[in-house]
């Protein structure tokens, strides 16, 4: 028996449902990982991303990231942009 897909409401949203995020980068580039809530963000928009990422910088800086990379997809849109002033 064939059961139908999981209704999205009950399954994690794919990357086409939620193609913007940001790759977070040490002061060399590199990328950094990060623990918790901040971790593996994914946005529906390129304005819920911005908004996410000007709440959470200080948290960002905060665990090692100091610039941030925005991405639909795999299409690079900006960055880096520093998280300090």
Same mark, same amino acid.
């Given at each position: ?24 980068? #040490?002061?060399?580039?590199?990328? @950094?990982?990060? %623990?918790? &809530? ?6 529906? =928009? ?16 905060? #665990?090692?990231?100091?610039?941030? @990379?925005?991405? %639909?997809? &795999? ?6 942009? =520093?998280?300090?002033?």
């Amino acid at each position: 028996m064939n059961l139908p897909e999981q209704p999205p409401t009950f399954r994690p949203p794919t990357p086409a449902e939620r193609p913007w995020w940001w790759r977070l980068e #040490d002061a060399e580039g590199n990328e @950094v990982s990060v %623990e918790g &809530e901040l971790a593996g963000q994914r946005f529906s =928009s390129q304005a819920d991303a911005e908004s996410w990422v000007g709440e959470a910088f200080a948290d960002l800086a905060d #665990d090692g990231v100091d610039a941030v @990379v925005l991405f %639909e997809l &795999e299409r690079r849109v900006y960055g880096p942009m =520093s998280l300090h002033p």
